[in-house]
């Protein structure tokens, strides 16, 4: 394959952003269809494009592909090039975010339809997936910084899409500064790289890391910086409270942006920089540790919620802790094969849950009930994706989660308890929103229907994917493919994984998980509302999200900083300095007593016409009104003085 | 002789102010196109010297355009103009920001005649600030652009504006006398008042009547006050508030990097000892500009003191860049100015529609606007991304080379510390930018706005403008660093870089 169609699979979003964003509004703004029509073709094209490339990198020898890099900017000691790094890692992000884009633009084509930023909507996605797509294919540190922060941007952008409401405009804003304490510590970590080693080339980079040349608390550091990068995208603890209200966007954008890719964006990056996470035993720990701990935490949080979209954003933050806890524990294959199966089988659980808001209009699993019998299409697809994150076999996310659990297992034994708890929680929760949702009788007062085929299509497509994904690496392929483990026969890996206990202990967990889900609320065995008595004290801290969001907005923000210190400041700056130090010292100690001084010579000197320059400084406010130009006269007359000074001085000297 | 490109950049718009205000009976209309035609002439002629000017590193510090003529030969002070690679993107910024102005005081009414003579002077002493290499034609030019200022903002402001222009003269005054005195030092000492030979002296060697560290501070608080510094700033957001709306863009745009380039050209290049064994403490003040300026931003709620406030905080990025004394912290600070001059020219630009249409600048009474205004909101969105550092506006190639810059410059002892803490500065500014854009743009419409009217034609004209200087510069950073670069990497070689 060419490497200038790399290029094109980058820059096919890009065209689309800027036809949908200013040509069709502009010209074709009575015909909004025809922007849907232009993202989604630039997206399939580079979705063909990235299918080609995944061909021509498998094939190739040492899974690479060249592409010559470009000059960008050359300061001194900085050289910044935009070269790209078309690798097994990228190809593997490349369709991933293709695929579940495109989809979740024809499905947007219908979910969308009629509303009046139409448009906007599809500018906006596709300039996310440029951004996506450049964050994943550079090799300069500093550029996959440009485009994480795009992605930020576009985020922004996609959640506040519906601006005039408050409570949108509220969550867009909290995720771009949420995200962006953690973008803190990633700016600080390329800075610190460069300083280091003088490059910021992700490819020397790593070497340096294997090497040794890059080594000790430097390199800690380093990593910890860039993890905090991916904790804030990646909605990891503690700064995993953006997501949640990120819900507030409009749905198709919860399937592309909080499920499948921006989110991964963080996973992502830490699998680039592996080998400097593999140097530092500190970093690679903080890794695990905090996956483990935002695994379990976040499940909690889901058990509780009666919103169908927080539900499934508690589980998004949950299953990222989980590929944390992969890559932090068993490596790169690890977490990566986890975040395209959770990508697969999470961007069609959003998907369904917007054609359920679609025929509902709600999002409120208590008023839903009995739509199986009125979406058969949604309730299978959402069916097999629940299967599959709850971790049954043979779908995607059992093989995945096996994995994890394995690896966890092997190398931190505490946390692999955690994830043992999480599994119950998972299939727990997933099962309570079927049941919720499309069990029973229907509790609304509305009239539910299947969703037009626009929007059953993409997630049929991705249902397919959600149960088949994992099977890439049942014979061992896609983890040799990112470089470690070995291959074996496809059916020897299929059913030989049960000659080990694990996976039937993690089947025995998601199937109790399921169970208690059907008991609780299907079969009605156990009372919901007894249960949550029982555990009232616990209940409370789950649907409060242990008061983290109160601690941040009520204590931090507005308590310690906007009425503590920065209200301190404020008051410092305008009394202290302003009145006390500038008014006093400059305004009327240097400058009136200079301005005197001047007077006293001015009236001896030249004569006394001229007056109330020290009024000047005095009633300022008040008596500038009478003596606007003769002031200005007054300092123009000793503009010329202070020059005839200065000749006269020369002269003398001279 | 060659094309005085550089004369005719700075007395055009003199020329222009002279017509108006000799030429009685011209119509408010005629007086608008002359003021367009003797700024925009002066802008063509700048993208030309741009054109034209020689890149190359070995021209590296090279004075090209000079134009040095005698004039009092008594105190050897020359008519001394030219520009190098630090000083020609502020001579272009400083034309494209004149012209600008022309077209955003387009709806001025109110004594035609004098504002436009005065913004036209107004213009011509700020690019002849950046243009001087004579400490002489130096001095009167920044001294002379305090008359105008004065007028515009007492005539034309708003508020306390008396107050406000009276406080920004004395303030500027204070400076001044620290540079003339400063000025008195180095020309006593060696008899010369040209700049680019006073450079390439080594004024260590030569016995000052001031002790060098003194006079180095005597200019230092001038340019201090201007840039503004912490505690010198206070005049700033009482001059932005009051002001009429183009002279808060020319006060953003180009005035303030008055501050900026004379420490780089006097500051650090004369004093460079000097600079090295007090650049500590200016990074000091440089983070606490930063910090504290984006700190008391929050707290502001008229649209205007808040943007004033924003540019203290970005203003802290320059000094931190300037005092770390490496050559990317010292080329991101001269691109930090230019990017500051059109995110903030466009963001007072915009703010001044807002206020004009809607007869607000309370923003705890604004809210919705962008349902009634959506180009003004687009405009001031995408400045708000230059002035919080989104990539691919200037904001961001700036800021990132000042960071990059400051940490790695390894001259100054604890520069890294205070680069990490300045990082805070990009935190608090997405919080005042989104925070702001929210409670003025967004949430439900409120019918006391209906109405409103958006944005007319000269003035998506200006902000379009505006934009794609943001994201050019911004995309393609080479098309300024690499001429700073030329004009920064002689100072960079009095630090061993």
Redesign the interface.
Known sequence: MPYQLIWVIFLLPLAAFALTGMGTRLFAKDRPALSGYISVAAIAGSLILSVWALITVLSSTGHELPVPALDWLVVGSLNVQLGMIVDPLTVIMLIVITFVSLMVQLYSQGYMHGDPGYHRYFAFISLFTFSMLGLVLFDNLLITFVFWELVGLCSYLLIGFWFQRPAAANAAKKAFIVTRIGDFGFLAAIILLLSQTGTLDIGELNNLAVTGLLAGSALTWAALGIFFGAVGKSAQFPLHVWLPDAMEGPTPVSALIPAATMVAAGVFLVARMFPLFESSEAALLTVAIIGGVTAIFAATMGLVMTDIKRVLAYSTISQLGYMMLGLGTGGVAVGIFHLVNHAFFKGLLFLGAGSVNHAAGTFDMRKMGGLRKVMPWTFVTFLVASLSMSGIWPLSGFWSKDEILASSLANQPVLFWLAMITVVMTAFYMFRVIFMTFGGHYRGDGHPHESPRVMVLPMVALGVLAAVSGLVNVTGGFGAFLGHGETHGFIEGLFGIFTHPLPWFGLILAGAGILLAYAMYSAQWLSPLRIRRFFAPLHTIFSRKYWMDELYENVITRLVLMKGIFAGFQLFDSHVIDDGINSRIIEQGIVRNFFNSLKFFDEKGVDGAVDGVADTTLGAGKRARKAQTGQLQVYGLFIVLGILAIILLAYFLS | MEFPFLTLIIFLPVVGALIIALIKGLSATQIRYTSLLATGIPLVLSVILFALFDRSEALAGVIQFEENISW?P??KAFYHVGVDGLSLPFVILSALIGFLVILISWKINMRVREYFAWILLLQAAITGVFASLDF?LFF?FW??E??PM??LI?IWGAG?K??S???Y???T??GG?FI?AGI?VL??AT?SLDMVEMAKTDLGAIALAIPAVITFFFFFIGFAVKLPV??????LPDAHTDAPTAVSVILAGTLLKMGGYAMLRINVTMFPDVSELWAPMLLGLAVINIV?GG??T??QTDIKRLIAYSSISHMGFVLLGIFAL???SM?GATLQMFSHGIVTGLLFAITGIVMHNSHERNITKLG?L??QMPNVAIMFALGG?GAMA???TSG??AE??V???A??A?VVPGA?IF??VG??G??LA??YI??TL?RV?????LEKFDGVKDADRVEKTFGVIFIGLMFLVGVF??VL?DII?TGI?PI?SLFG?
């Open positions: 009092i008594l105190i002489l009167i001294e002379i305090l008359i004065y007028f007492s306390r008396e107050y222009a009276i406080k003269v004395l303030y005054l204070f006398a003339l008195l020309f006593f008899g912490f505690p010198f700033h206070t005049w504290y700190a008391v929050l707290k490496g050559q990317v080329t919705g962008a349902k991304m989104v990539p691919a961001f190639i990132v080379m960071f990059l810059g940490f790695s390894d890294p680069t990490i990082l805070l990009i935190l997405a919080a989104l925070w929210q743009f967004f949430g439900q419409r950073p080479t660093t670069n990497s960079t870089g």
